[in-house]
């Protein structure tokens, strides 16, 4: 055992954390399970880079999972912050800057009419999964395999992310009646959709999906998929719920929906009943909402008879954060972010092709995850993605990391990047590339 006093290598840290935690670790991903090696204890972040307890600075290509979009520390979210811990913590009550964010978010997000603020991305899909089922009477909810929307029972059947890093098909602890009640489809097949509506459409409240999946590494949903779920829904008196936890905020200033069916030259506009929202919008401080039609959202308590509640809803450290961060998330960001994207996978692209190791770029939007093994089909659905040669991951994330670059430690994640890699940042990540590269090549299964 270490004491906290000495133990500062992290290595040292992750034995003292296995001691006192399951796996050491308070998200599973974060043991690197799937790449091996000893996680890095990270102890502060700025801008493009995060740094370990041992002093080692890394450029920074998970940003917190998401919500790093402006860059760490950025000076005026954490001026925000600072200026609103001085008022105290929380409340326990109703504070102004709950609506300056819900504005700020109807602002980007025209088809939210009504938002409810909540602590993480699992509650936000929670709330709107009992919502769908209480405004429409029904039972099943449709989601697709790969997509992953939090850790509630119901939804993680095939749900990619953690599960699918560590090949799990679920999760033991989910009744066999609460699974029942999930229908899992793949992703991308709108007749399996329609077959599905055939067989139960007066039962389902609603289909789930990820805005583009990007727990599965990133799969581009097919021209209209998203459209035909709306569509569909419609036409049978269900729901569709957009998660946009990950890509809301990130893929642009009204996430991906406004790439897509949002879009003011939409050729098919959509917009689905409702969204979930997570990550970006806290800015790194435990926020997410759902929101959406104003006769669904009004179905909440009180107002409703769908109950949900939270002692830290729209805690005022968490609004400031998320306002500051909605605010300096300007259209120069989401254009930094867009141009870094498209050269940072254009560079993986050209050192994985000049050490000879098959690919795919998978792409939605300015987020990206490399497929290993896969240049013939790309990667469409779950199936695809679980089918890849995973195992060229894990030497190009150690190699990537020796040289000071942090990758998601898992082949199916997302790589985020912020509006703070500036050109130093990406030297040091084209420069590593190369050795990573030939890493994959020579993996052996
Ligand atoms: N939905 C999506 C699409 C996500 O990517 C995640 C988390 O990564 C969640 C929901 C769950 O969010 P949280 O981890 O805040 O519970």
């Not at 009992?130 to 059947?157: M, Q, S």
């Not at 679920?170 to 067989?199: C, K, M, R």
């Not at 929906?257 to 929202?277: K, N, Q, V």
């Not at 609004?319 to 996978?345: C, F, K, P, Q, W």
Request: net charge negative; aromatic share 8%.
């Amino acid at each position: 055992m270490t004491s906290p006093a000495t133990a500062t290598s992290s290595q040292e840290l992750f034995d003292r954390a296995r001691a006192l935690m399951p796996g050491g670790v308070n998200s599973p991903v974060r043991a690197f399970g799937s790449v091996g090696g000893t996680p890095r204890f990270m102890v502060s972040a700025k801008g493009p880079y995060i740094t370990d307890s041992e002093g080692r600075e890394y450029v920074d290509l998970v940003c917190s999972w998401g919500p790093a979009l402006v860059g760490h520390s950025h000076p005026d979210v954490l001026a925000a912050v600072h200026a609103a811990v001085d008022n105290g913590l929380s409340f326990g009550a109703s504070t102004p800057a709950e609506a300056e964010l819900a504005q700020l978010v109807m602002d980007r997000v025209p088809a939210v009419k009504r938002l409810r603020m909540v602590s993480t991305g699992t509650e936000a899909t929670m709330t709107a999964v009992r919502l769908a089922r209480g405004f429409t009477g029904r039972n099943l909810i449709i989601k697709f395999a790969g997509c992953y929307h939090g850790h509630l029972d119901g939804l993680l059947a095939a749900a990619g992310s953690g599960l699918a890093t560590l090949a799990l098909p679920g999760s033991a602890g989910v009744t066999e009646a609460t699974a029942a009640e999930t229908l899992v489809l793949p992703y991308n097949d709108v007749a399996a959709v329609e077959a599905a509506f055939a067989e139960h459409g007066a039962n389902i409240a609603a289909v789930i999906t990820e805005a583009a999946p990007a727990n599965m590494g990133v799969v581009t949903p097919e021209p209209g998929f998203n459209a035909a779920l709306s569509r569909i829904t419609a036409e049978h008196g269900a729901l569709l719920i957009l998660d946009e936890v990950l890509t809301g905020f990130r893929t642009g200033p009204a996430g991906y929906w406004g790439l897509t069916g949002g879009a003011a030259d939409a050729a098919e506009p959509w917009a689905p009943d409702l969204f979930t929202f997570g990550k970006v919008i806290g800015g790194g401080m435990p926020v997410a909402a759902l929101g959406g039609r104003a006769d669904v959202m009004d179905y909440l308590a009180p107002l409703g008879p769908v109950y949900q509640a939270g002692t830290l809803s729209g805690n005022p450290i968490a609004m400031a954060a998320g306002v500051a961060t909605l605010r300096a998330a300007t259209a120069e960001v989401y254009a930094t972010v867009d141009a870094r994207s498209a050269e940072l996978s254009a560079a993986v692209s050209a050192a994985l092709d000049a050490a000879g190791v098959d690919h795919s770029i998978q792409r939605a939007g300015n987020l990206f995850s490399v497929a290993f093994g896969t240049s013939a089909t790309g990667v469409h659905n779950y199936e695809q993605a679980q089918a890849q040669q995973a195992f060229r991951y894990k030497p190009f994330f150690h190699s990537m990391l020796d040289a000071g670059v942090y990758l998601p430690p898992s082949v199916f994640e997302a790589w985020f990047l912020s509006g703070a890699h500036d050109d130093a940042a990406m030297e040091r990540i084209y420069a590593a590339l190369p050795a990573a590269a030939k890493a994959a090549a020579d993996a052996q299964p």
